[in-house]
């Protein structure tokens, strides 16, 4: 798969990426899309469109997805559509590390998302150095505990 990630530049309705010829019934309007940041809950993509109807003013709302607590990016895909893609904490090591190698800096929060990721990589070892124990046993809470502290640069506790 192709893609053409976008700059980590579309962050308000004033920024966002434009696009023209977007169907709109039996018209064409403009469509724009951007990330929207909020601290405490992560980022979402927001798109709007215009309404042709009305000289091609912004008078549509903005609709919003879901947040996306650790990072998301813009991208255009093969097929020319503007996507996005974002990152939640629900996922493992290896999903995280591919979401920063497509994306990188490109990605909001990326300071954040680095961050996530060396943390998820040090707990994965961890966890797998244990015998991968079940979540919520002490084991599991030990070996993540560990990795966490590796990953911030800590001294380890002995086990």
């Not at 999903?95 to 680095?114: E, M, V």
Request: charged fraction near 20%.
């Amino acid at each position: 798969m192709v893609i053409s990630v976008l700059p980590p530049t579309h962050v308000s309705a004033e920024t966002a990426h434009t696009i023209d010829g977007y169907p709109y019934g039996r018209k064409t309007c403009f469509k724009r899309y951007w990330l929207e940041t909020n601290g405490n809950k992560g980022v979402r993509l927001v798109t709007q469109t215009s309404n042709p109807k009305r000289n091609q003013d912004w008078n549509n709302a903005p609709k919003a997805s879901t947040y996306s607590e650790i990072s998301g990016a813009l991208y255009i895909d093969e097929n020319g559509h503007v996507q996005w893609q974002g990152l939640s904490s629900h996922c493992d090591a290896s999903k995280a590390r591919a979401f920063l190698n497509t994306f990188g800096t490109n990605a909001a929060n990326y300071n954040k998302l680095a961050q996530f990721v060396a943390d998820k990589e040090a707990i994965q070892v961890e966890y797998e150095k244990d015998g991968k124990p079940s979540h919520g046993t002490p084991e599991f809470c030990r070996a993540f505990a560990r990795g966490l502290k590796a990953a911030q640069g800590k001294p380890a506790t002995p086990q």
